[in-house]
């Protein structure tokens, strides 16, 4: 633990997606053992899933929980003046907070929802954050990278797409401590699974994949002509049953929920997984070293979800599978590959110590020291914080936050 000069306020900013919010509700457990007395502050988007995960680690701790009325950039120009508003709405309630309870440092976890902290906290002179576990970021975390004191990405191909003058460090995407603790025995008896069979996870997100759905439904009936394997299938809540229908005709070993609470379980009892390329469940899935076969989410317009699955399938630690929508289009060619992984062992383990390889499971607690080393602490003996204070020199003291010095900054190295 690590005893500060003046009680600690962390405030984090952002959300939409549980890919925005879990590595920073991570990482906050992480500041909260380091420094217990610790208070936060979250400033979150009005989408339902920010309340619900935010109030569940909600406690007589956290000063306060404000939902900002902000947007993601609108695609035409009908949407700018509703933008425009919640833009305003957010940066005012932004300054409002901060001018009441001054932050020792704001957290930004990516995207939109963390604009107007980020950019109000600049403005006051608090120290900014910023995490990017996707290996391209996106605009807004472009945009942000300038204003941000340091960029804490997943993966050294993040580096490229930053301006040199962002200071990025290569740090792991903050995972929760679970997904170290899990083991397959937990996992297996959590969720009615056989201890003597080999378990296929398939998971779209918490609200599923349809387009995974129905090719793992169409192919059902060759899943369960392997011997020795079973499925476990997180299908949704608009598909859960349309999956059990395929698999209990097909008489395939299945457990098919609609969504879990316990990932950390289910990874742990996993051989094999077909799933998203959100960034943090790649993290979750490398910490676990599992093999993937990954389809990456199609919709996006910058399909940053490809960039995210080329990580893993260029270190031999997944196969990437482009979800072409139609089913008659993707079963086929997930049914070859998944087959072709299930009757190969060799080629499991393999890509289970790639996958491995990849993982940064230490990365909320590294990231907890280098920013407490950065919002200024009692001295101790923390490598990390040493480690950033090496990379980038006191920017607090020589004044490289100012705008006018950013272009003469030293961009940081990725962390060994």
């Not at 549980?18 to 936060?40: I, K, M, N, Q, T």
């Not at 949704?236 to 098919?256: H, I, K, L, T």
């Not at 979800?323 to 070859?336: C, F, G, I, K, S």
Request: with cysteine.
């Amino acid at each position: 633990m690590i005893a500060l000069r003046r009680e600690l306020h962390v405030a984090f900013a952002g959300g939409g997606t549980g890919g925005h919010l879990y590595p920073v509700l991570s990482l906050a457990d992480a500041v909260r053992r380091e420094v217990p007395a610790a208070r936060f502050s979250f400033f979150a988007t009005e989408r339902a899933i920010d309340g619900r995960l935010i109030g569940r680690w909600y406690d007589e701790r956290t000063d306060r929980m404000v939902f900002q009325r902000v947007r993601p950039l609108p695609r035409s120009v009908s949407g700018i003046f509703g933008f425009a508003r919640g833009w305003r709405a957010s940066v005012r309630r932004c300054g409002e907070a901060f001018a009441e309870h001054r932050p020792d440092v704001v957290i930004g976890s990516g995207g939109y929802g963390s604009a107007p902290a980020i950019c109000v906290a600049r403005k006051m002179g608090i120290p900014c954050v910023l995490l990017n576990p996707d290996a391209v970021p996106g605009k807004a975390n472009r945009f942000l990278a300038g204003k941000a004191d340091v960029v804490f990405a997943q993966w050294p191909v993040t580096e490229l797409s930053f301006p040199r003058t962002a200071r990025v460090l290569v740090a792991g995407c903050p995972i929760r401590r679970e997904f170290g603790t899990a083991d397959r025995q937990g996992g297996v008896r959590r969720f009615g699974l056989s201890e003597a069979r080999r378990t296929l996870l398939v998971t779209g997100a918490s609200q599923g994949a349809r387009s995974i759905n129905r090719a793992m439904a169409a192919i059902a009936g060759e899943l369960a002509g392997i011997d020795g394997w079973q499925v476990l299938h997180l299908a949704g809540p608009e598909d859960v049953e349309f999956v059990q229908s395929a698999y209990a005709a097909r008489s395939a070993p299945s457990v098919v929920l609609d969504y879990s609470d316990y990932m950390a379980d289910a990874l742990a009892a996993a051989d094999l997984v077909v799933t998203r390329a959100g960034a943090s469940t790649l993290a979750e899935i490398t910490a676990r070293a599992v093999p993937s076969v990954i389809l990456p989410y199609p919709y996006h317009r910058d399909k940053h979800q490809y960039a995210n699955a080329a990580v893993l399938a260029e270190a031999n630690a997944a196969v990437m599978v482009e979800d072409r929508l139609e089913v008659e289009l993707n079963a086929p060619r997930l049914a070859v590959v998944l087959k072709k992984l299930m009757f190969d062992g060799e080629a499991l383990s393999k890509m289970s110590r790639n996958a491995g390889a990849l993982s940064a499971p230490d990365a909320a607690r590294e990231i907890t020291g280098m920013v407490l080393a950065l919002v200024g602490r009692d001295p101790g003996d923390e490598p990390n914080s040493e480690r950033l204070l090496q990379q980038t020199g006191d920017w607090r003291e020589n004044g490289a936050r100012d705008d006018e010095d950013r272009g003469a900054g030293t961009s940081v190295e990725a962390a060994a």
